[in-house]
């Protein structure tokens, strides 16, 4: 099982990051005098920064007492960085949390989908307005070696996308949304020296994991949109409280699969010729496919506001010299 998964799952029965710090407490652990989480301190620290302390805390402690001296001090805090921003997320999830399964046969419709628009701060604002936590199958990872990802803007306005990999390692980065929208950088951190351009390497997982996931955000609130989500477990007609809680907790576990409308026109599609041919000055009139993407779609007073419109493959027709079949469809 993927391990930001796993992570959610053990935290079902908690509500809020106050359930969280109170763990503290309940083991019997010392929040050290002048910290964040000191009470009387009445620290002002964002969300993110309490969760990196009191993973700290918890982390230090689980260490058996003779170990505690020796302890790699900069690896712990590594770690409750990473588990931070794992917490983050759940904790800042709309109720119940809805953790998102993407089927084999979704995962390809996102990845063939194309995003016309820049992922920008504008862009962000409007369409993440709470962090989205979408996860594959064991077998059937998101892309290349991924299998979760979590992407979400914190209280400094600053842009993280938290990526799960197959062989259980976790990392997250810190994306400065430039307010020009032109690029996508990362920004300086303590574990890193310079600051680089990401679109300047196509093939970062972290570049391909945040344009995955705000594909998939917008399926989700899209026109035509080609995507089904439904809940994965589905609750008894007389519901028994205590016995649901048990099982899943305040999570709202949902499958995000095909529609069957957009499995019948994949299938139609399949059975249409791929060209056809006719004489105009030398030129051949090519049915060429249009891959499926997403476009603001201009709508009100004076066209002045948008909304997100998924347009379905399609075939074209084009007229091209020697048979070469080109259409282009994203600027």
């Known amino acids: 099982m993927n391990t930001m998964l796993k992570e959610y799952m053990g935290l079902k029965n908690i509500s809020d990051a106050d359930e969280f710090f109170s763990l503290i407490k309940q083991k019997g652990f010392e929040i050290p005098s002048g910290t964040i989480l000191d009470a009387s301190a009445e620290s002002k620290a964002p969300l993110y920064s309490k969760l990196e302390e009191a993973s700290f805390i918890l982390a230090y402690h689980a260490l058996p007492v003779e ?47 194309h995003l016309t628009e820049k992922l920008d701060f504008a862009f962000c604002q409007e369409f993440l ?45 810190n994306v400065d949304l430039r307010k020009d929208g032109a690029q996508l950088e990362e920004k300086v951190d303590s574990f890193q020296d310079e600051e680089y351009i990401i679109e300047d390497a ?23 949109q080609p995507l089904f989500v439904e809940v994965q477990y589905r609750k008894k007609k007389k519901p028994n409280k205590a016995a649901e809680k048990k099982m899943f907790g305040i999570i709202s576990y949902k499958k995000v699969s095909l529609t ?16 056809d041919v006719l004489d105009k000055e030398g030129k051949t009139l090519r ?20 909304r997100p419109i998924y347009i379905e ?19």
């Open 202 to 224: 196509t093939k970062d997982k972290l570049f391909k994991a945040a344009i995955y996931i705000a594909k998939f955000i917008l399926l989700l609130k899209a026109e035509k």
């Open 287 to 306: 049915i060429v496919p249009v891959i499926g993407h997403i476009r603001m779609q201009a709508y009100g007073p004076g066209w002045s506001l948008h």
């Open 67 to 113: 170990q505690r001296p020796e302890a790699d001090l900069d690896a712990l805090l590594k770690d409750s960085k990473i588990k931070a921003s794992c917490l983050y997320v759940y904790f800042s999830l709309p109720s119940p949390k809805p953790l998102y399964l993407i089927t084999k046969e979704a995962s390809a419709v996102i990845e063939s989908t």
């Open 260 to 275: 069957h409308s957009f499995k019948k026109k994949i299938g139609d599609v399949d059975k249409l010729k791929t060209h």
């Open 129 to 173: 307005p709470h962090p989205y936590f979408i996860y594959s199958n064991d077998d059937a990872p998101l892309f290349d070696d991924v299998n979760s990802i979590a992407l979400y803007i914190d209280e400094t306005k600053t842009m993280t996308c938290h990526i799960g990999l197959t062989n259980g390692h976790e990392f997250a980065r």
């Open 313 to 331: 493959a399609h075939e074209s027709k084009a007229w091209k010299k020697d048979g070469i079949q080109l259409v282009k469809v994203v600027e």
